[in-house]
């Protein structure tokens, strides 16, 4: 592909990473109420699940979506109802800031963060519509997207992180009702996405 193709991609991905969705939201919740290590874990683990999008991807996304049939309903299923159970936690938790006041996730924060990519809508729009508009039809299939992946790893994982550095830093001095409202916020964009996620159908 041409550099202006590569620094075309690499805009639209900032662009989408930099929009507040489900990954987003819970690294911006954990950070708040465990600290940045709680987000920055998330964020390992969101980019494992994005490995195994890009593998999805070389295999052939829409081959793969086809083959795996109603299974790949499931998984959108399971998805949509762990967001959705995500967003009623965060609505009923009670603004508390410390970490003892708040329980982690069952698995932990890195398996939160695998679980909640994997469901993410974001990342079909990325390996499903976008990356494969900027690979050039001449070069090397597997490589370009492997390097358009790669990069949207790379960016994803700057945003996020300074996302969970801003929230974890801002714990500090956010009053317990401005908590509550990030909380709530979070929440409701949390069962929106699932809602929205279990309504799209394939």
């Not at 890009?54 to 399971?78: E, K, Q």
Request: with cysteine.
């Amino acid at each position: 592909m041409t550099l202006e193709a590569y620094i075309a991609f690499c805009i639209a991905a900032i662009a989408i990473v930099i929009v507040p969705g489900p990954t987003v939201t819970i690294i911006i919740a954990n950070s708040l109420k465990h600290g940045t290590r709680a987000g920055l874990l998330n964020v390992a683990g969101t980019q494992a699940g994005l490995l195994v999008w890009m593998a999805i991807a070389i295999a052939g996304l829409a081959s793969a979506i086809t083959y795996m049939g109603v299974w790949f309903d499931v998984l959108r299923i399971a998805g949509a109802a762990y967001l959705i159970w995500l967003g009623i936690k965060l609505i009923r938790s009670k603004g508390q800031l410390t970490a003892a006041a708040a329980t982690a996730p069952r698995g932990g924060f890195f398996f939160q963060g695998f679980v909640v990519i994997l469901s993410n809508p974001k990342v079909l729009l990325v390996f499903g519509a976008l990356i494969p508009q900027f690979i050039s039809k001449d070069g090397d299939y597997p490589n370009q997207l492997v390097l358009l992946g790669l990069s949207f790893m790379v960016i994803a994982t700057v945003f996020d992180s300074l996302y969970a550095f801003a929230a974890g830093n801002a714990g500090s001095w956010l009053s317990q009702k401005r908590v509550r409202f990030v909380e709530v916020s979070s929440g409701l964009c949390l069962i929106g996405g699932g809602l929205w996620l279990a309504l799209r159908g394939r």
